[in-house]
């Protein structure tokens, strides 16, 4: 079967036009001074398979798996080949990951997952973000002057936040998996690649050295990842996980009570409290996933589906987009500076708002429902000037009635039925916190960080907060993780989302808008070079790649232009006339677009 090739033509307007517009750049962007009008919604489909593009999607047409390492998603393909669903192939394939991928596949961490049933023509999101322990008070990361120490919410027990990934996929699977799988089948690969080691890759030999510190500090973090010399493990070397095997075979046996319950559960608490935190038992025991509506949105024309808070990122991303429909990015053109230039603006609005109003929902009273408004959207245009940067420190939120890890990771599955799947989970740091529970081989989180451990108090990604994110008992902090879907008609079209922390945001928002507003293929729109601005600090993080000419039309328009390595792991899949076109992302080594 072979795709269709897509005519280029944007929307109607010639080529040659929008070449020229986009090459006026900031010429055209100051000469506009009455608002833009709304951009027409598109009339075709966006392109399927741009000829001559530079890069491409990888094709199939029954089913497909994209993640950040190739063992883990081939073991979903598997699964799909044999008939399972998405469900059941994202389970295998977070666990597979907790062995392939340790520095952000985990047991010991948490997520989100966004599932689509094709039949039901229903989006369900599963919520298996860490929560505090039940003793955690609001000054838990303050020292006597009531300062915030970051010590304490990165490098000690008291970081850990209870995991959450052994309740979500347990969720996932009881709730909407095929029935055709047991968790015990779908975590034998898993099993056998932590019993029998796996060769390290060369995407673990580069992330080893980066964590030798964090590890070494724990004697059974170190036995695992490090030589006796305190040396990292590296190419060549085999990788044994016998301890985890030994958990993942407890799991798949008895279930997820297994870890949240006797002797697992009692070495998780004693090793997070042996390094100064105070989860106990009764935590672990209590700790459930949380099944959640999604939220939606709409641009152009497209369906949205987002996870809710505790997670920021679906809200921000409707938000941003609803903001951006306003504006004739098509005809400014992809990265101009005049796009960059309204998009960061829009970015700082929402940033600010994920300060002010963000956090656990069951704790806090957010205004998810105005924040995500057109009408909302409609004031914060307003305020963006199209001639100049405002300054974050002008920026206060309106009444709507180092940055984060790369060491989150993300996959999207598609199968034959057309039922999806959208995961990102993460233990904050690359490692978590460095500790591996005694006995165990579970590496822990540092999730708590994401707390706001006072207001205005910078976590490890220069992102604030205040009341709604502060700690507290029992409370899940606040994530902009994004696992995301867009729908045309009723009909799935994307499934995206990446690691990236505060970044998770800007990508996904950016790689739908390359789709649909500069006709991208998805491989282009997970290459195009990426921006981001989140209010403070006050810059304009672009990465290595963007075309200096561009840079210096943003600086002049006022913006603190800061020049970065890339950032992100986006691995989404797109799904037009019956074919299923991956990208996985290339700015990370061994991840893997798979399908059949
Ligand atoms: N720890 C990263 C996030 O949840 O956003």
Not at 13 to 30: E, Q
Not at 418 to 430: D, E, M, P, Q, R
Not at 527 to 540: K, S
Request: overall charge neutral; proline content about 6%; some cysteine.
């Amino acid at each position: 079967m072979s795709a269709r090739p897509f005519q280029a033509k944007r929307w109607g307007v010639p080529r040659h036009i929008l070449r020229a517009i986009s090459r006026a750049g900031l010429l055209a962007l100051l000469c506009v001074t009455a608002p833009f009008a709304s951009q027409a919604e598109p009339s075709l489909p966006p392109p399927i398979i741009s000829q001559g593009a530079r890069v491409l999607p990888v094709l199939a047409t029954h089913g497909m798996v994209v993640a950040q390492e190739g063992t883990a998603a081939k073991i979903g393909v598997e699964i799909l080949r044999r008939g399972g669903n998405a469900v059941d192939a994202a389970v295998a394939t977070g666990l597979a990951l907790a062995v392939t991928l340790p520095r952000a596949g985990n047991l010991g961490g948490g997520g989100f997952m966004l599932v689509y049933l094709a039949k039901e023509k229903k989006t369900t999101v599963i919520d298996y973000r860490e929560a505090a322990p039940a003793d955690t008070p609001r000054d838990v990361f303050l020292n006597e002057a009531g300062e915030a120490v970051p010590a304490r919410s990165r490098d000690s027990g008291l970081a850990v936040g209870v995991p959450g990934t052994v309740a979500g996929l347990s969720l996932a699977l009881r709730n909407y998996g095929s029935g055709k799988f047991s968790l015990a089948e779908l975590a034998a690969p898993a099993i056998a690649l932590a019993r029998s080691g796996i060769d390290v890759t060369d995407d673990l030999a580069d992330s080893l050295p980066l964590a030798q510190a964090r590890l070494q500090r724990w004697p059974s973090a170190a036995r695992i990842f490090l030589h006796a010399d305190g040396s990292p493990r590296s190419r060549g070397d085999r990788l044994v996980q016998s301890d985890l095997a030994a958990v993942l075979d407890a799991i798949g046996r008895d279930g997820e009570r297994a870890f949240y319950e006797g002797p697992i559960a009692e070495k998780i608490a004693a090793s997070v409290r042996a390094a100064g935190g105070r989860m106990t038992l009764d935590d672990l025991n209590s700790y459930r996933a949380v099944e959640r509506a999604p939220l939606h949105g709409s641009y152009r024309g497209y369906e949205i589906a987002v996870v809710p808070p505790p997670s920021s990122g679906g809200v921000h991303i409707i938000e941003l987009l609803n903001v951006l429909e306003g504006f004739p990015l098509a005809s400014l053109g992809a990265n101009s500076a005049a796009t960059i230039h309204l998009m960061a603006e829009a970015m700082k609005l929402a940033y600010a708002d994920r300060a002010e109003y963000l956090g656990d929902p069951d704790q806090v009273a957010i205004p998810v429902h105005g924040l995500i408004s057109k009408a909302y959207a409609e004031r914060l245009r307003a305020e963006i000037s199209q001639t100049r940067a405002r300054p974050a420190s002008e920026i206060k939120p309106l009444d709507p009635a180092p940055y984060e890890s790369d060491q989150t990771t993300h996959f999207s599955i598609v199968d034959n039925d057309g039922n999806a799947v959208s995961n990102t989970y993460t233990l904050n740091f690359s490692y978590g916190l460095g500790l591996v529970a005694e006995g165990t081989g579970i590496l822990l989180n540092n999730e708590l960080d994401d707390f706001a451990a006072k207001p205005g108090a910078p976590n490890a990604y220069s992102l604030v907060g205040g009341a709604a994110n502060a700690p507290g008992p029992r409370k899940r902090p606040l994530s902009s993780m994004a696992p995301t879907m867009v729908f045309r008609n009723g009909e799935l079209e994307l499934v995206t989302g990446s690691p990236g922390g505060s970044r998770i945001i800007t990508i996904v928002t950016e790689i739908i808008s390359d789709i649909v507003d500069f006709g991208m293929n998805l491989a282009e729109a997970t290459e195009a070079v990426r921006f981001h601005h989140q209010g403070l600090p006050d810059e304009l993080q672009v990465e290595r790649g963007l075309n200096p000419d561009t840079i210096r039309l943003l600086e002049a328009l006022g913006h603190r232009v800061v020049v970065h390595n890339a950032w992100g792991s986006a691995q989404s899949i797109l799904r037009a006339n019956g074919i299923l076109m991956g990208a996985a992302d290339t700015r990370q080594r061994g991840t893997l677009a798979a399908g059949y």
